[in-house]
């Protein structure tokens, strides 16, 4: 809470009353009119004094609350200033942070839509290594029904020629 230069004090004439005043009626016993006349007058000036103090607190007061008043004006103008600053901080925070949020976003979006590609270049590629080994199976159960077929062939042959040999033989003989 911030401080004033000055401070308000009361003065040391404030505290007055009336055993600060010599008594009147002790300086003249002679009558009672001229004592009455004092009574007066140490009443006049009892009410005198307590006006003057009335005056000087009210005063006093006055002073005080209009301190007060711009004390409290300059916190409540600081507060709102220093609320205005915390929104404009935290309205720029929520920027930021949508901002932030929107390229995550589009980060998580860009790796589903890459991981969906692995993926599928994952399947093309085994089917495609599917229907090599396929297509490679099929070529090697041609190529031994082949060499079976042409062992086959091979053995007739080899088979003809022994028979043709004989023959040959036979007939040599003869």
Avoid: W
């Avoid at 004439?13 to 001229?34: I, K, R, V």
């Avoid at 009335?54 to 609350?65: G, I, N, S, T």
């Amino acid at each position: 809470m911030p401080t004033s230069a000055h401070t308000i004090k009361p003065k040391a004439d404030d505290n007055h009353d009336m055993s600060d005043l010599p008594s009147l009626s002790q300086q003249s016993n002679e009558s009672d009119e001229p004592q009455q006349g004092l009574k007066e007058l140490e009443k006049f000036f009892a009410a005198e004094i307590e006006k003057k103090k009335v005056q000087r607190e009210k005063k006093f007061l006055e002073v005080a609350e209009a301190h007060l008043t711009r004390n409290l004006e300059n916190l409540a103008r600081d507060v709102r200033n220093a609320m205005k600053a915390v929104d404009a901080i935290y309205a720029t925070f929520l920027l930021e942070y949508a901002a932030c949020e929107d390229r995550i976003q589009n980060k998580y979006l860009q790796l589903q839509e890459l991981q969906a590609n692995l993926v599928k270049m994952a399947r093309d590629g085994q089917r495609e290594d599917e229907e090599a080994n396929k297509a490679s199976q099929a070529m090697q159960i041609s190529g031994l029904s082949k060499t079976r077929t042409a062992c086959l062939a091979f053995e007739k042959v080899l088979e003809q020629l022994h028979l043709s040999d004989g023959e040959d033989l036979a007939m040599n003989e003869e």
